[in-house]
């Protein structure tokens, strides 16, 4: 029997690293860091939904928590003048030290930019949300997505699959368009995979992306077997 896995937990250690990225020397430690990470990102994602946050990265040290954000518009993250990321780095401190009142390290924010936004899932998944909210056709939202993605060189395959009550249905059904190859099982290829969500006034609608970019093994190979591997910022 068949079963469904994660693109990206399928390919943890081979062409991705892990998103939360420290080292919990007991028990506790490590509880009190997963709450705060699960606590950094629900905030965020509700407050910076328009924004086309791709993904969220937190790594630690002795004495601070780095959040990085990459983001397709990250003029509106940052703010004339550094305005709104000065406040949202405080409010991150904040939350943390309600959550976590013994997490004694500062916050640091970095707002990384994403050049492409068609070769993102996440963002590719927010594209198709915002046109549903708008009451657009879904059928025509889900075409021009899909050619737009497949207009950027680097993708090879794009899928995506929309379900909830469509077009105010009375009953939920599902559709999906798909373009190229989407190798699930290669563990070489670079699939990105995102699940958003529409928020409609008859219910929510699901959406799922994903997105083949090519293999990696190529420049694996290339590289000589004593050179250490360069972290990846999935």
Known sequence: ??????????????IRDWKSRWFAADKKSYRENVVVDAAIR????????TMHV??????RSANEVRVIL???RPGLVIGRSGENAGKL???LATLVKKVAPNHARAVKLDIMEIRQPETDAAIVGYMV??????????RRVLKGTVEKVMAVREVIGVRIV???????ADMSRTEQIKKGRIP???????IDYAHQEAHLPYGQIGIKVWIYLGDTHAERAARPVTEPRPASRA
Request: overall charge positive; charged content about 30%.
């Open 1 to 14: 029997m068949t079963h469904t896995v994660h693109p990206y937990a399928h390919r943890l250690g081979i």
């Open 70 to 72: 990459h983001t397709a």
């Open 42 to 49: 629900a905030y965020l994602k509700k407050k910076l939904r």
């Open 89 to 91: 780095r405080g409010e």
């Open 129 to 138: 949300a915002e046109g549903l909210e708008k009451r657009l056709p879904f």
């Open 54 to 59: 791709s993904e969220i990265e937190v790594e």
């Open 162 to 168: 929309i379900s909830g009550r469509l077009g105010g």
């Open 184 to 190: 699930l099982q290669t563990f070489r290829a670079n």
